[in-house]
């Protein structure tokens, strides 16, 4: 994107002043903060964002967005029961970024709040009421304005709110990327070291970005150094408590073996 393409966004972004066409009756009105989370935020069908008085429509998304999108939750999901740092949100839970020159309330496809986060996630919360410290989105492309939205928009709005990762998901392979909030409090790709991305927010979790295209299963990833340490968790302890029971089963036959008990071998 040109640096004059965002620049334009920008200032659509703070000039419009939260000026909206009313889909609902065609005049252009502000929707305040108050109407908003009584009046749109609980809508479950479509949804809605909040940006300075404007109402955002949530987009839809396809089903090889998804899927993509339900690979990289099953590895973080994994991941978190191995090594349990933080919670993971979805389902439109929203929060507030209290911004320079505005506010919005954005709902992330997926928010990470870390046990370590001084505002902790309740578990009926139905907004968060802290910054997340890592947030997913799928980008959504029906439209250049929805390109827009995630690619720069949102990317602006969670670094100065202070999202420590913003990773952006797109099924296209164009707008795929990792940021991670550098000393200026200014986002920067995520090194990656062989095509691998390992999260300065959650220590040891790492994946790598073809995966996010090929989608390996469960026997393939248990076999690949990038995620043997976590994934599966509830198969590696099966497997391991196996190895066990065997291991204990051929000490005991080698001492009744060895007190005539059993035949040798």
């Known amino acids: 994107m040109t640096a004059q393409r965002s620049a334009t966004l920008e200032a659509e972004a703070t000039g419009t002043n939260g000026s909206y066409t009313n889909r609902f009756n065609g005049t252009s009105e502000t929707i305040s903060e108050a109407l908003y989370w009584e009046k749109y935020y609980p809508i479950s069908d479509g949804g809605y964002e ?32 191995a090594q349990p740092l933080a919670r993971i949100v979805g389902l439109e839970l929203g929060f507030r970024l ?14 990470v709040v870390l046990n370590t986060n ?35 928009i949102k990317r602006e709005e969670y670094a100065a709110a202070g999202v420590q990762e913003f990773y952006l998901l797109d099924e296209g392979g164009i707008e795929t990327q990792f940021y991670g909030l550098n000393q200026r409090g200014v986002y920067e790709p995520l090194p990656q070291v062989d095509g691998v991305v390992r999260s300065r927010v959650l220590p040891g979790f790492q994946f790598r970005v073809a995966d996010l ?5 469960t026997a393939q990833m248990m076999a690949d150094p990038v995620y043997s340490g976590f994934i599966a968790p509830l198969v590696r302890a099966e497997r391991q408590r ?20 059993l035949p040798p071998d």
């Open 50 to 81: 909040w940006n300075n008085g404007q109402l955002e429509e949530l987009p839809v998304t396809d089903y090889a967005k998804y899927m993509m999108y339900l690979w990289f939750v099953d590895v973080l999901r994994d991941f978190l029961h």
């Open 98 to 111: 209290a911004l320079a020159t505005k506010t919005t309330i954005r709902k992330p496809d997926l928010g």
């Open 118 to 152: 001084p505002i902790p996630l309740g578990d009926h919360h139905r907004s968060y009421r802290g910054i997340f410290d890592i947030c997913v989105e799928s980008l959504s492309d029906s439209s250049q304005t929805e390109i827009d939205r995630d690619t720069i």
């Open 213 to 217: 295209y090929d989608k390996p299963g």
């Open 242 to 261: 196996a190895e066990a029971a065997e291991t204990r089963a051929a000490r005991y036959a080698s001492l009744l073996r060895t007190a005539g008990l």
